[in-house]
């Protein structure tokens, strides 16, 4: 058994006992691996007394495991990873990563900040998809800060060059995951920049509320968005400026909706372009001061409920139409198409070359943020 794979072990019992009474677990790291070039990988596991457990790996800033308790108080890894560091330099699939520098699409990855042209490296079409062919999923960062207390945390920082991936300014990221003894997991992003540059940072990480392995996809799991808006996309994904109401539409999860009632419905030539979702709902038109709900995700078969809350004005629920049986999960099983849902809190994409939209700029002197938050429960 490596090392890691006992820390696993920990995370899934997530209890101490000391002096007969259970004890929070809370931060524990061990080495995941190297790199090509000899640099440590670590695994952060972030426990509370309640079973739920989250394991954080400083490659990509990624969530690489997430258990939690179901209606009968079985754990299970509720998001999907891989179990070595091999996997995910070899098949990246952004399983868990922050995305960045700018989450989701730019058109043909051309923007221009103050008449000054630039181009992101286009690898997905014509088009630039999670800040180009080395974003912030690809890369090593580094721990600053693992705090156990009432709520066991770990604070991961990069440092992007300036050009890096054709973005100007050197700008230095944060990541902060915190997990509270209330079965909430909060990821915090923060950025500045010597340059004014544009910036869009969020986590792709994908769910199965009934475990990462398990023989059931998510189509029967029932979907709330709250957002009356959705963004229509080209062919390419990316948004043709119209704001189009959701009622009467596919696009409507304003109540509970199983996420594969509509997913085929070949007659949307939405869900064509996108091989089913793959949009971005308006939540607001403006980032809120606080993270207020924005999708509820519930499991009758586990029991289990997934509440996202965060600040920002779109979230991108993407139904894993592409997931194509490639990769080799955790627990050994295949992933393939419906496998999984993803929910990303973001601006809006393509926002640099749309104005309606509003900004992506960040100026020198200013702080970007992103906060989302994940609570997990059970019945």
Known sequence: MTKFQALAGVA???LLTINGQAQAADAK???FG????????EAITLTNH?????????YGASLQALVTPDRNGKPADITLGYADLDHYISNPQYFGATVGRFANRINKGQYSIDGKAYQAPVNNGVNSLHGGTKGFDKVNWKV???TDGDSASVELEYVSPDGDMGYPGEMTVHATYALSENNELTIKYTATTTKTTI?????????NLNGEGSAHSVNDSKLTLLADSYLPTDSGAIPTGEVRKVEGTVFDFRTPTA???????ASEQQLVYGRGYDHNWVASREKTAQPRLMAVVEDDISGRKLELLSDQPGIQFYSGNFLDGTSSGKSGGIYREGDAFVLEPQIFPDTPNQPAFGSALLHPGETYSNTLIYRFSAK
């Open 12 to 14: 899934l019992t997530a």
């Open 29 to 31: 790291r061990a080495e």
């Open 34 to 41: 190297k790199l090509a070039d000899g640099q440590s990988v």
């Open 50 to 58: 309640k079973g739920t457990s989250a394991t954080v790996i400083t």
């Open 144 to 146: 600053v800060k693992v």
């Open 199 to 207: 910036v869009n940072i969020t986590s792709h990480a994908y769910w």
């Open 259 to 265: 996420i594969g009632a509509r997913v085929r419905d």
